[in-house]
Protein backbone atom coordinates (compact mmCIF):
# COMPACT_ATOMS: atom_id res chain seq x y z
CA UNK A 1 0.00 0.00 0.00
CA UNK A 2 0.61 3.55 -0.20
CA UNK A 3 1.04 4.76 3.37
CA UNK A 4 1.65 7.76 4.67
CA UNK A 5 3.09 8.08 8.26
CA UNK A 6 2.14 10.70 11.02
CA UNK A 7 4.47 11.00 14.10
CA UNK A 8 6.78 13.58 15.72
CA UNK A 9 8.69 12.45 18.84
CA UNK A 10 11.56 9.76 19.11
CA UNK A 11 9.51 7.00 20.02
CA UNK A 12 7.73 6.71 16.69
CA UNK A 13 11.04 6.62 14.74
CA UNK A 14 10.86 3.09 15.38
CA UNK A 15 7.96 2.52 13.82
CA UNK A 16 9.16 5.03 10.62
CA UNK A 17 12.01 2.14 10.43
CA UNK A 18 9.77 -0.81 10.72
CA UNK A 19 7.77 0.73 7.63
CA UNK A 20 10.57 1.86 5.62
CA UNK A 21 11.69 -1.94 5.70
CA UNK A 22 8.11 -3.17 4.80
CA UNK A 23 6.21 -4.05 1.62
CA UNK A 24 4.80 -1.30 1.99
CA UNK A 25 5.50 2.48 0.13
CA UNK A 26 6.32 5.25 2.47
CA UNK A 27 4.99 8.01 0.25
CA UNK A 28 5.49 10.86 2.72
CA UNK A 29 5.64 11.76 6.16
CA UNK A 30 3.18 14.54 8.37
CA UNK A 31 4.88 15.61 11.73
CA UNK A 32 4.70 18.83 14.13
CA UNK A 33 6.47 21.84 13.27
CA UNK A 34 9.64 22.64 14.67
CA UNK A 35 10.05 23.46 18.08
CA UNK A 36 12.15 24.95 20.39
CA UNK A 37 14.71 23.12 21.87
CA UNK A 38 17.16 23.60 24.90
CA UNK A 39 18.01 26.84 26.92
CA UNK A 40 18.60 28.76 23.88
CA UNK A 41 15.22 27.69 22.31
CA UNK A 42 16.44 26.55 19.17
CA UNK A 43 13.88 25.64 16.40
CA UNK A 44 14.75 22.34 16.09
CA UNK A 45 12.83 20.00 13.20
CA UNK A 46 11.20 16.82 15.56
CA UNK A 47 13.29 13.60 15.19
CA UNK A 48 10.34 11.91 12.74
CA UNK A 49 11.16 14.86 10.67
CA UNK A 50 14.97 14.73 11.02
CA UNK A 51 14.29 10.64 10.23
CA UNK A 52 12.33 11.19 7.01
CA UNK A 53 14.33 13.73 5.35
CA UNK A 54 17.44 11.49 5.90
CA UNK A 55 15.09 8.71 3.90
CA UNK A 56 14.67 11.38 1.14
CA UNK A 57 10.86 11.28 1.72
CA UNK A 58 8.56 14.01 1.34
CA UNK A 59 7.96 15.83 4.69
CA UNK A 60 4.75 17.77 5.52
CA UNK A 61 4.70 20.02 9.10
CA UNK A 62 1.27 20.92 10.29
CA UNK A 63 -0.45 21.19 13.71
CA UNK A 64 -3.96 21.11 11.70
CA UNK A 65 -3.88 18.67 8.55
CA UNK A 66 -7.42 19.25 8.53
CA UNK A 67 -7.28 22.74 7.04
CA UNK A 68 -7.07 23.02 3.30
CA UNK A 69 -3.45 23.69 2.51
CA UNK A 70 -2.28 20.45 4.46
CA UNK A 71 -5.49 19.15 2.76
CA UNK A 72 -4.24 19.81 -0.69
CA UNK A 73 -0.58 18.40 0.03
CA UNK A 74 -1.84 15.35 1.71
CA UNK A 75 -4.36 14.48 -1.47
CA UNK A 76 -1.32 14.88 -4.00
CA UNK A 77 0.41 12.29 -2.27
CA UNK A 78 -2.37 9.29 -3.65
CA UNK A 79 -2.31 8.14 0.15
CA UNK A 80 -3.68 4.21 0.84
CA UNK A 81 -3.59 4.51 4.15
CA UNK A 82 -2.29 6.69 7.20
CA UNK A 83 -0.04 4.98 10.32
CA UNK A 84 -0.07 7.29 12.99
CA UNK A 85 2.42 7.41 16.13
CA UNK A 86 2.18 9.69 18.57
CA UNK A 87 1.83 12.52 15.65
CA UNK A 88 0.38 14.86 18.44
CA UNK A 89 -2.39 17.10 17.07
CA UNK A 90 -5.91 16.17 16.25
CA UNK A 91 -7.47 14.72 13.54
CA UNK A 92 -10.79 15.24 11.95
CA UNK A 93 -13.00 15.46 9.26
CA UNK A 94 -11.87 15.78 6.19
CA UNK A 95 -8.52 14.56 7.09
CA UNK A 96 -10.08 11.24 8.34
CA UNK A 97 -11.74 10.45 5.25
CA UNK A 98 -8.98 11.24 3.10
CA UNK A 99 -7.18 7.46 2.97
CA UNK A 100 -9.49 5.03 1.44
CA UNK A 101 -7.94 2.43 4.45
CA UNK A 102 -8.46 5.24 6.89
CA UNK A 103 -5.93 6.28 9.39
CA UNK A 104 -4.30 3.25 12.05
CA UNK A 105 -2.74 4.51 15.05
CA UNK A 106 -0.65 2.60 17.08
CA UNK A 107 -1.05 3.55 20.65
CA UNK A 108 0.68 2.48 23.58
CA UNK A 109 -1.52 0.91 26.15
CA UNK A 110 -4.51 -2.02 25.84
CA UNK A 111 -7.62 -0.01 25.16
CA UNK A 112 -9.85 1.19 26.50
CA UNK A 113 -7.67 1.44 29.45
CA UNK A 114 -5.99 4.51 29.17
CA UNK A 115 -7.11 6.64 26.28
CA UNK A 116 -5.19 9.94 26.02
CA UNK A 117 -1.73 11.21 25.61
CA UNK A 118 -0.13 10.15 28.56
CA UNK A 119 -0.77 6.16 28.74
CA UNK A 120 2.79 5.22 29.62
CA UNK A 121 2.48 7.52 32.36
CA UNK A 122 -0.60 6.62 34.28
CA UNK A 123 -0.26 3.41 33.66
CA UNK A 124 2.86 3.07 35.95
CA UNK A 125 1.62 5.63 38.52
CA UNK A 126 -1.87 3.52 39.00
CA UNK A 127 0.53 0.44 39.64
CA UNK A 128 -0.53 -1.73 36.61
CA UNK A 129 1.67 -5.03 35.78
CA UNK A 130 0.77 -5.39 32.71
CA UNK A 131 0.58 -2.75 29.41
CA UNK A 132 0.67 -3.46 25.76
CA UNK A 133 0.04 -1.55 22.61
CA UNK A 134 -3.06 -1.44 20.33
CA UNK A 135 -3.59 -0.56 16.21
CA UNK A 136 -6.93 0.89 15.93
CA UNK A 137 -8.69 3.15 13.58
CA UNK A 138 -9.04 6.31 14.28
CA UNK A 139 -12.12 8.19 14.57
CA UNK A 140 -13.77 11.28 15.50
CA UNK A 141 -13.55 10.41 19.49
CA UNK A 142 -10.50 10.51 21.68
CA UNK A 143 -9.19 6.81 21.15
CA UNK A 144 -12.31 5.06 20.91
CA UNK A 145 -12.12 3.68 17.09
CA UNK A 146 -12.28 -0.41 16.47
CA UNK A 147 -9.52 -2.19 17.90
CA UNK A 148 -7.41 -3.91 14.36
CA UNK A 149 -4.36 -5.25 17.27
CA UNK A 150 -2.79 -6.29 20.25
CA UNK A 151 0.69 -6.58 21.82
CA UNK A 152 1.26 -7.34 25.73
CA UNK A 153 4.28 -6.10 27.69
CA UNK A 154 4.99 -6.81 31.49
CA UNK A 155 5.76 -3.52 33.70
CA UNK A 156 9.27 -3.88 35.45
CA UNK A 157 9.56 -3.10 38.76
CA UNK A 158 12.06 -0.43 37.85
CA UNK A 159 10.56 1.02 35.29
CA UNK A 160 10.36 4.59 34.39
CA UNK A 161 7.91 5.88 31.63
CA UNK A 162 10.76 6.64 29.70
CA UNK A 163 12.52 2.84 29.73
CA UNK A 164 8.94 1.55 29.25
CA UNK A 165 7.70 3.65 26.41
CA UNK A 166 10.84 2.93 24.27
CA UNK A 167 10.55 -0.90 24.88
CA UNK A 168 7.21 -0.39 23.74
CA UNK A 169 8.12 1.95 21.04
CA UNK A 170 10.20 -1.56 19.52
CA UNK A 171 8.01 -3.73 19.99
CA UNK A 172 4.88 -2.07 19.03
CA UNK A 173 6.52 -1.37 15.39
CA UNK A 174 6.02 -5.17 13.71
CA UNK A 175 2.12 -4.63 15.13
CA UNK A 176 1.92 -1.40 13.39
CA UNK A 177 3.49 -3.04 10.10
CA UNK A 178 1.47 -6.64 10.85
CA UNK A 179 -1.43 -4.69 11.26
CA UNK A 180 -0.96 -2.83 7.73
CA UNK A 181 -0.17 -6.51 5.67
CA UNK A 182 -3.87 -7.35 7.18
CA UNK A 183 -5.45 -4.31 5.67
CA UNK A 184 -3.50 -4.69 2.28
CA UNK A 185 -4.22 -8.35 2.08
CA UNK A 186 -8.09 -7.93 3.14
CA UNK A 187 -8.11 -9.88 6.60
CA UNK A 188 -7.92 -7.51 9.20
CA UNK A 189 -11.10 -7.66 11.42
CA UNK A 190 -11.95 -4.21 13.45
CA UNK A 191 -13.46 -5.25 16.41
CA UNK A 192 -15.39 -2.71 18.70
CA UNK A 193 -13.70 -1.66 21.51
CA UNK A 194 -14.95 -3.08 25.38
CA UNK A 195 -17.32 -0.52 27.46
CA UNK A 196 -16.00 -1.64 30.73
CA UNK A 197 -12.44 -0.67 31.97
CA UNK A 198 -12.23 2.26 30.25
CA UNK A 199 -9.55 4.67 31.58
CA UNK A 200 -7.92 7.66 30.65
CA UNK A 201 -4.72 9.29 30.50
CA UNK A 202 -4.55 12.89 29.96
CA UNK A 203 -0.90 14.93 29.70
CA UNK A 204 0.79 15.76 32.85
CA UNK A 205 1.47 18.98 33.88
CA UNK A 206 4.82 19.76 35.97
CA UNK A 207 2.59 20.31 38.58
CA UNK A 208 0.85 16.75 38.70
CA UNK A 209 4.87 15.60 39.07
CA UNK A 210 5.56 17.05 42.23
CA UNK A 211 6.12 14.51 45.26
CA UNK A 212 3.21 14.45 48.26
CA UNK A 213 5.77 12.85 50.76
CA UNK A 214 2.31 11.87 52.49
CA UNK A 215 1.69 9.02 50.74
CA UNK A 216 2.70 5.70 51.14
CA UNK A 217 6.26 4.59 49.82
CA UNK A 218 5.29 2.14 46.72
CA UNK A 219 2.48 5.24 45.93
CA UNK A 220 5.87 7.77 45.60
CA UNK A 221 7.94 5.46 44.13
CA UNK A 222 5.38 4.66 41.06
CA UNK A 223 4.42 8.07 40.54
CA UNK A 224 7.81 9.24 40.56
CA UNK A 225 8.91 6.75 38.21
CA UNK A 226 5.77 7.56 35.69
CA UNK A 227 6.99 11.42 35.46
CA UNK A 228 10.26 10.52 34.52
CA UNK A 229 11.64 11.55 32.61
CA UNK A 230 9.20 14.28 31.86
CA UNK A 231 7.76 16.01 32.96
CA UNK A 232 9.99 15.27 35.91
CA UNK A 233 9.45 14.83 39.94
CA UNK A 234 10.12 17.24 42.05
CA UNK A 235 9.57 18.92 45.74
CA UNK A 236 10.25 22.00 47.17
CA UNK A 237 12.59 23.02 50.52
CA UNK A 238 11.62 26.59 51.48
CA UNK A 239 9.96 26.51 48.37
CA UNK A 240 12.86 26.38 46.57
CA UNK A 241 12.29 23.57 44.00
CA UNK A 242 14.62 20.27 43.98
CA UNK A 243 14.52 17.73 40.77
CA UNK A 244 14.31 13.77 41.61
CA UNK A 245 15.21 11.08 40.04
CA UNK A 246 13.32 7.54 40.37
CA UNK A 247 13.47 6.36 44.43
CA UNK A 248 13.67 3.37 46.03
CA UNK A 249 11.17 1.75 48.41
CA UNK A 250 12.88 0.85 51.54
CA UNK A 251 11.61 -2.00 53.98
CA UNK A 252 13.69 -0.14 57.03
CA UNK A 253 11.68 -0.59 60.38
CA UNK A 254 12.30 3.09 60.91
CA UNK A 255 9.79 5.96 61.29
CA UNK A 256 10.41 8.99 59.41
CA UNK A 257 8.08 11.90 59.27
CA UNK A 258 6.59 12.47 55.58
CA UNK A 259 9.47 15.12 54.30
CA UNK A 260 11.92 14.81 56.39
CA UNK A 261 15.67 13.77 55.13
CA UNK A 262 17.62 11.61 56.74
CA UNK A 263 21.44 10.66 55.90
CA UNK A 264 22.20 6.92 57.09
CA UNK A 265 24.23 3.89 56.21
CA UNK A 266 21.30 2.92 53.96
CA UNK A 267 21.55 6.39 51.79
CA UNK A 268 19.74 8.99 52.39
CA UNK A 269 16.11 8.58 53.24
CA UNK A 270 13.05 11.11 52.75
CA UNK A 271 10.73 9.90 54.69
CA UNK A 272 6.63 9.06 53.74
CA UNK A 273 3.17 7.88 55.15
CA UNK A 274 5.23 4.25 55.31
CA UNK A 275 8.37 2.99 55.28
CA UNK A 276 10.94 5.57 54.18
CA UNK A 277 12.00 5.45 50.76
CA UNK A 278 15.60 5.98 49.43
CA UNK A 279 16.52 8.69 46.98
CA UNK A 280 19.12 8.17 43.83
CA UNK A 281 19.72 11.41 41.77
CA UNK A 282 18.76 14.89 43.00
CA UNK A 283 19.20 18.59 40.93
CA UNK A 284 19.48 20.92 43.60
CA UNK A 285 18.11 25.21 42.81
CA UNK A 286 20.53 25.71 39.96
CA UNK A 287 22.74 22.91 40.16
CA UNK A 288 23.42 19.85 37.85
CA UNK A 289 22.60 16.49 38.62
CA UNK A 290 24.09 14.15 41.58
CA UNK A 291 24.21 11.55 43.24
CA UNK A 292 21.53 11.62 46.77
CA UNK A 293 25.03 10.96 48.48
CA UNK A 294 27.19 13.95 47.30
CA UNK A 295 24.43 16.04 47.13
CA UNK A 296 23.64 15.56 51.36
CA UNK A 297 27.55 15.09 51.77
CA UNK A 298 27.92 18.62 50.39
CA UNK A 299 24.70 20.18 51.72
CA UNK A 300 25.82 18.83 55.39
CA UNK A 301 21.68 18.72 56.37
CA UNK A 302 21.30 19.36 59.82
CA UNK A 303 19.11 16.92 61.60
CA UNK A 304 15.72 18.46 61.06
CA UNK A 305 16.13 18.89 57.47
CA UNK A 306 12.70 18.92 55.83
CA UNK A 307 11.52 18.77 51.97
CA UNK A 308 8.09 21.04 52.24
CA UNK A 309 4.63 19.09 53.16
CA UNK A 310 1.50 20.19 51.45
CA UNK A 311 3.05 23.53 50.42
CA UNK A 312 4.46 24.30 53.51
CA UNK A 313 7.70 26.49 53.12
CA UNK A 314 8.91 26.08 56.76
CA UNK A 315 11.27 23.31 56.71
Known amino acids: MRVLFAGTPAVAVPSLEALLDSRHEVVGVLTRPPA ?8 TPSPVHQRAEAAGLPVITANRPHEEET ?8 VECAAVVAYGALLR ?9 GWVNLHFSLLPAWR ?12 DDITGATTFLIEAGLDTGPVLGTMTEAIRPDDTAGSLLERLAHAGAPLLVATLDAIADGTAEPRPQATDGVSHAPTLRSEDARVDWRLPAEVVDRRVRGVTPAPGAWTTHDGARYKLGPVTPTVLRMFVPPGAVRTTSDGVLVGTATAPVRLGEIAPPGRPWMSAADWARGARLDPGWTFDVDGDTDG
Open 93 to 101: EPALSLPPQ
Open 116 to 127: GAAPVQHALMAG
Open 71 to 78: LARLAELD
Open 36 to 43: PVGRKRVL
